[in-house]
């Protein structure tokens, strides 16, 4: 509705693109049991790419109208570079890290930064990213927040420091207020 009362709106097209894309992959987001999966780890097969055509359709048209790129926009460009690649091993993390960049300009957000933290190890390597989640430990905004272990555990295990990984992902399960988040968590604790 918002596109066709605002056809010119550049970041009502990125919303809609951003909504479309994720809407894509709501069917593998858990499993039959109901947990998380891992977006790394969905199965691609299964995303909705009627959904996708719609999001990259809609991203065009709001890139197109808008320079620079709004939040929504930049948004919708990161997941539509996962949407773009059939397998994981396929996703275009340098170009993923240069949006981040952007958007950690226009947002000045930590959970940005951590996002990009992620970018930047799929693209460069675990020991780059674990210097910059380091830094973003001490920020205030993000004390309590699941994630920084969650994401320090992760970067730490491709690293090989296992018994360092372990503790992340018991501290993550601590922090986190989803109990499926919390099972999954320990579970991969165990695992380590």
């Known amino acids: 509705m918002m596109a066709a009362l605002a056809p010119q709106e550049p970041e009502v097209h990125g919303l809609v693109a951003l909504m479309e894309l ?15 999966v891992l977006l790394l780890d969905q199965d691609r097969s299964r995303w909705d790419y009627t959904l996708i055509h719609l999001g990259l359709t809609a991203l065009e048209r709001a890139q197109t109208l808008a320079r620079p790129l709004g939040i929504y926009t930049l948004q919708a460009a990161i997941s539509a570079c996962h949407a773009r ?16 960049d952007a958007l950690v300009q226009l947002t000045g957000s930590p959970i940005v930064e951590l996002n990009r933290a992620v970018a930047i ?16 430990a001490t920020e205030p905004a993000l004390s309590g927040y699941h994630l920084v272990p969650a994401v320090r555990r992760d970067l730490l295990l491709k690293l090989g420091r296992k018994s360092d990984a372990r503790a992340e992902f018991e501290r993550a399960a601590f922090l986190t207020n989803n109990q499926r988040e919390r099972d999954l968590l320990v579970a991969r604790a165990r695992a380590c």
């Open 121 to 136: 190890g799929m693209a460069y390597g675990p020991a780059p990213a674990l210097e910059l989640v380091d830094q973003l």
């Open 22 to 36: 994720h809407a894509s992959r709501m069917r593998t987001r858990v499993n039959s049991s109901g947990e998380p």
């Open 85 to 100: 690649a059939r397998t994981t091993a396929e996703t275009d993390w340098h170009r993923i890290v240069a949006i981040y």
